[in-house]
């Protein structure tokens, strides 16, 4: 069983920047790949980073490609989102999610636990 909790959510003007983070608590974190997804209001939950389980691979939206990083610390069980040049569009909660594979889905269906959210809010 994974725990995911994250942090580091809050309000930021567009062309800011915040760090989220998801705290993991399971045997299977360090060898399972983990993905950030978001949710706006009125729409579906979208795919916006991916990291394998060794840090090695990552991959991106299109949306988020070039603004956005995701990165993780086995040792503290922690993946981080960076996200730089926010936009309103940004706006969302965001969801750390992690699969029992190594590697890296877009797919929401192919992770197997999530965290609770953090509302990310963008001002124009």
């Known amino acids: 069983q994974v725990r995911l909790v994250e942090s580091g959510g809050g309000l930021v003007q567009a062309g800011g920047s915040l760090r989220l983070s998801c705290a993991a608590s399971?045997?299977?974190?360090?060898?399972?790949?983990m993905g950030w997804f978001r949710q706006a209001p009125g729409k579906e939950r979208e795919f916006v980073g991916y990291?394998?389980?060794?840090?090695?691979?990552?991959n991106y939206a299109d949306s988020v490609k070039g603004r956005f990083t995701v990165s993780r610390d086995n040792a503290k069980k922690t993946v981080y989102l960076q996200m730089n040049s926010l936009k309103p569009e940004d706006t969302a909660v965001y969801y750390c999610?992690?699969?029992?594979?190594?590697?890296?889905?877009?797919?929401?269906?192919?992770?197997?636990?999530w965290g609770q959210g953090t509302q990310v809010t963008v001002s124009s």
């Open positions: 399971g045997r299977t974190f360090s060898s399972g790949a």
């Open positions: 990291i394998s389980w060794s840090g090695g691979s990552t």
């Open positions: 999610a992690a699969r029992r594979s190594s590697g890296g889905s877009y797919n929401i269906y192919e992770y197997d636990y």
